[in-house]
DNA sequence: CGCCCTGTTGAGTTTTATCAATATTGGTGG
DNA sequence: CCACCAATATTGATAAAACTCAACAGGGCG
């Protein structure tokens, strides 16, 4: 299967043969294999390489001095952590691993030449950097103006949605790796909040949630109840103008 | 006095004369003068130029349905409006003035020339739009986990730091054009909410707020309030190893 | 078998929102 | 310069959403 990287660019903009090789090979020479609640990189630290999501979930997360936690935002299968690498000299934030997960790094020079040799492909990695700050900019919409079961349902739709971006669900259905203590730190409430919105949703067919299995029977009922509109996505292969012929 | 653009991203790195002159004069070519309240551009319209605040302030926001409006991030003199603009098709927010503003439109193909002629320029362009997701990513934060009186008094450090940057405090000073409401859509507060809360820091004489002044006596005692760390904001010339000679 | 982690439930509390009324302010025309 | 108006800010009272605390259930794993 090919890396989820090359499935989520190509949601922008079809890639040639030569840059999907590329892609590949990049994903393939620094693979490290992480735990579950290990960090990928830490508050403060300089960025080295630049990490590539393989497979597994992890997270944004910062913490405040009384131990409050927020997760910024979820990093999934294709997802690339630090685009801040090339230029800041230090994470303004710290990015964890939730699950088992293996994680590519790729080096410096290596993007650096691949985007001077392959302009699509540079286009291609900005978008995927436009798309992650309309993403944060929608959670600011979420934890700013939507109650718990709209923030809830949101947060599950906009999962949905990139997961099968990167061919992460079947049927209905895609994995949810994630403990409602984590949900709650990312949505701003509290797990007893997250627990019971979770039933409410269940309770009104919106949602299947057992083991780690989400099911959503259906996406537009999820999507009316959350107010959500995907356009901020940007999934509708914006880039398509600069498709590779082959 | 030089176009705030420069002295923002001077916070970066230090400019040639050949950039400076080439901001100040893109700056001045194709200039609109706003009201209040105007949209400098709207969701789901497709970028056209770059937009770039001379004077005034704007923001970026986002209507729900049923009319909650959730402001998305304030923009002042040197910032840039739609660093979407080169990659995506469409807006995914609307920006819209909150005071009479000067907006400069900066064509596209002058900024695609300036950055492939001034690799400098590009990395602090880079920088900019970098540090403009970090502060994304800290207004979750403060959405998700800060109460009321930290996100307020947080809000108001970043201003301050922000609007010092480009030369817009004065003493302890500085403008704050902005209504209570305003604050409130941005906070995710109610205006009554933000009403108590913004007596309550200026009876505990962390701030002065008369017409549109805000005054900041002792700007550490508001950053203890706000549990603000200012290291998200990357103000401290993390460029300057590109520093121009000149 | 027992333990720890995660999820669930109930009761009471806090924060913040809502509603409605009143005061203040800035701007405008006379 | 004053009177008036609309927009903004302020206040009080009540209600709702979400939080905290505490206890208990279930499941996976050594």
Same mark, same amino acid.
């Given at each position: 299967?090919?890396?989820?990287?090359i499935?989520?660019?190509?949601?922008?903009?079809?890639?040639?043969r030569?840059?999907?090789?590329?892609?590949?090979?990049?994903?393939?020479?620094?693979?490290?294999?992480?735990?579950?609640?290990?960090?990928v990189?830490?508050?403060?630290?300089?960025?080295?390489?630049?990490?590539l999501i393989?497979?597994?979930w992890?997270?944004r997360?910062?913490?405040?001095e009384?131990g409050?936690?927020?997760?910024?935002?979820?990093?999934i299968?294709?997802?690339l952590?630090?685009?801040p690498?090339f230029?800041?000299?230090?994470?303004?934030?710290?990015?964890?691993?939730?699950?088992?997960?293996?994680?590519?790094?790729?080096?410096?020079?290596?993007?650096?030449w691949a985007?001077a040799?392959?302009?699509?492909l540079?286009?291609?990695?900005?978008?995927?950097?436009?798309?992650c700050?309309?993403?944060?900019?929608?959670?600011?919409?979420s934890?700013g103006?939507?109650?718990?079961?709209?923030?809830?349902s949101?947060?599950?739709?906009e999962?949905? *949605? #990139?997961?099968? &971006?990167?061919?992460?669900?079947? @049927?209905?259905?895609?994995?949810? =790796?994630?403990?409602? +203590?984590e949900? /709650?730190d990312?949505?701003?409430?509290?797990?007893?909040?997250?627990?019971?919105t979770?039933?409410? *949703? #269940?309770?009104? &067919?919106?949602?299947g949630l057992? @083991?780690?299995?989400?099911?959503? =029977?259906?996406?537009? +009922?999820?999507? /009316?109840?959350?107010?959500?509109?995907p356009?901020?996505?940007?999934?509708?292969?914006?880039?398509?103008?600069?498709?590779?012929?082959?």
């Amino acid at each position: 299967m090919p890396s989820p990287l090359i499935r989520k660019l190509e949601q922008f903009t079809r890639l040639s043969r030569d840059e999907r090789q590329m892609l590949e090979q990049a994903s393939f020479e620094a693979v490290r294999q992480m735990g579950p609640r290990e960090d990928v990189i830490r508050e403060r630290e300089p960025p080295q390489a630049l990490n590539l999501i393989l497979s597994g979930w992890a997270c944004r997360y910062k913490y405040l001095e009384d131990g409050r936690r927020q997760i910024i935002s979820f990093l999934i299968p294709g997802d690339l952590c630090d685009n801040p690498a090339f230029v800041l000299r230090e994470m303004d934030h710290s990015i964890g691993t939730l699950t088992p997960a293996t994680v590519a790094q790729i080096a410096r020079p290596r993007i650096e030449w691949a985007m001077a040799q392959y302009p699509r492909l540079a286009q291609a990695l900005w978008w995927e950097s436009l798309v992650c700050a309309a993403v944060q900019r929608e959670w600011t919409v979420s934890l700013g103006q939507r109650d718990a079961t709209e923030r809830l349902s949101h947060l599950l739709c906009e999962i949905f *949605l #990139r997961l099968r &971006g990167v061919g992460l669900v079947e @049927g209905d259905a895609c994995e949810l =790796p994630v403990k409602q +203590a984590e949900l /709650a730190d990312a949505l701003g409430l509290s797990t007893v909040h997250v627990n019971r919105t979770l039933q409410e *949703l #269940r309770a009104a &067919g919106l949602i299947g949630l057992k @083991g780690k299995i989400l099911t959503v =029977p259906s996406l537009p +009922a999820l999507m /009316a109840t959350a107010g959500f509109s995907p356009h901020y996505l940007h999934m509708d292969r914006e880039g398509r103008h600069l498709d590779a012929a082959e």
